[in-house]
């Protein structure tokens, strides 16, 4: 199994949207970089569900990933704020996941409190400059985070 950290602005899609609905699409990437890391995603793997662009940013809660990758489909949606004009059903450059609840947090892990532990130095999220909406996270670090909880 691998882990995740996935970023969500929560007015949009928040981990209490996740809970209620059980299951839901994770779509609208249009990093390359994030892109391919949700295409190595697979059944079972867990991620972070981190609240981003927001009061309180950071880990609100954990999911999984319900179904592998598969062409996002508001690529091809002209209502859709992902809208991608160079997309087409044969040859859409972009994907999308199903992810599923798994835990809420009872607190967020907030940014500032991720970036004071030593363990998550190298994680992606807490280096400067770094903006990927999607990132691998080591076993390591995924035990780190879950003893600030």
Same mark, same amino acid.
């Given at each position: 199994?691998? +882990?995740?950290?996935?970023?969500? /602005? @929560?007015?949009?899609?928040? *981990?209490?949207?996740?809970? &209620?609905?059980?299951?839901?699409?994770?779509?609208?990437?249009?990093?390359?970089?994030?892109?391919?890391?949700?295409?190595?995603?697979?059944?079972?793997?867990?991620?972070?569900? +981190?609240?981003?662009?927001?009061? /309180? @940013?950071?880990?609100?809660? *954990?999911?999984?990933?319900? &179904?592998?990758?598969?062409?996002?489909?508001?690529?091809?949606?002209?209502?859709?704020?992902?809208?991608?004009?160079?997309?087409?059903?044969?040859?859409?450059?972009?994907?999308?996941?199903?992810?599923?609840?798994?835990?809420?947090?009872?607190?967020?892990?907030?940014?500032?409190?991720?970036?004071?532990?030593?363990?998550?130095?190298?994680?992606?999220?807490?280096?400067?400059?770094?903006?990927?909406?999607?990132?691998?996270?080591?076993?390591?670090?995924?035990?780190?985070?879950?003893?600030?909880?």
């Amino acid at each position: 199994m691998a +882990y995740w950290l996935m970023k969500s /602005e @929560p007015d949009e899609f928040s *981990i209490s949207d996740l809970k &209620r609905l059980g299951t839901a699409r994770w779509d609208g990437v249009r990093n390359y970089q994030a892109r391919n890391f949700l295409r190595a995603m697979k059944i079972g793997d867990a991620f972070f569900f +981190y609240h981003s662009s927001c009061p /309180e @940013p950071g880990i609100a809660g *954990i999911g999984t990933i319900a &179904r592998a990758a598969y062409p996002d489909p508001t690529a091809l949606d002209p209502d859709s704020h992902y809208f991608d004009a160079k997309a087409s059903a044969e040859k859409n450059p972009w994907s999308a996941i199903d992810v599923a609840f798994e835990s809420l947090f009872t607190q967020v892990l907030g940014l500032g409190y991720l970036k004071q532990q030593s363990a998550l130095e190298q994680l992606p999220l807490v280096q400067k400059g770094s903006r990927l909406s999607v990132m691998p996270v080591t076993a390591e670090q995924w035990a780190a985070i879950l003893a600030l909880r």
